[in-house]
């Protein structure tokens, strides 16, 4: 009985993961993503002066982060293991679903009408965006689903509503950045 309990809802989740998928805009991605590790899962990312990482939704609207107190994606542990459920699997989605937190949270002007489903989505947008790429990494439906999910959960929705702004410290920037331990960088045409 189980066994067809799971396959089923394998099935349904597959059909709801391909609609999601067929439904969701492609965007354009460019940028330069910087991340700096200062402690175990506490980083930093500040945006590149030359280069900021963009993503451009198909309504042309475009979201480009600030310089944020970020854990990449917020992926239990235990789920680190599976390919593709990586924090940093889809580091471009995540650093723009917590930029979307951040700025719902510190209240910064411009992003008043924004709910968590429109966070969902974007980074929805941005992960298809990776997909299709073919240098960037290839088509997974059911994890961009998960995900989308995931964002859109009642544990998510409490952190949107309730979450507290932690900004970076007064006058934070690459010269006052407190001691970095690793740098990555991941550029985008």
Known sequence: M?????????????????????????????????????????????????????????????????????????????LWAIRSYSPWGYAPAFIVHDWLFEVRHCKYPGYELLTVDDAAL??????????????????????????YEAVKSPIAVRQWNEGKCVPPPRGFDEETLPKVKMRYVIEFP
């Open 2 to 78: 189980r066994i067809v309990f799971l396959g089923l809802s394998s099935i349904l989740l597959s059909g709801c993961a391909g609609i999601h998928f067929d439904r969701t805009q492609e965007g354009t991605l460019k940028g330069k993503l910087l991340v700096e590790w200062i402690d175990p899962d506490q980083f930093i990312f500040t945006p590149d002066r030359d280069s900021p990482l963009t993503f451009t939704r198909e309504n042309g609207q475009s979201i480009t982060p600030g310089t944020m107190y970020t854990d990449g994606g917020s992926i239990p542990r235990s």
């Open 122 to 147: 974007v980074m929805s947008e941005i992960m298809k965006t990776m997909m299709l790429d073919p240098k960037r990494g290839s088509v997974d439906k059911l994890t961009m689903y998960a995900m």
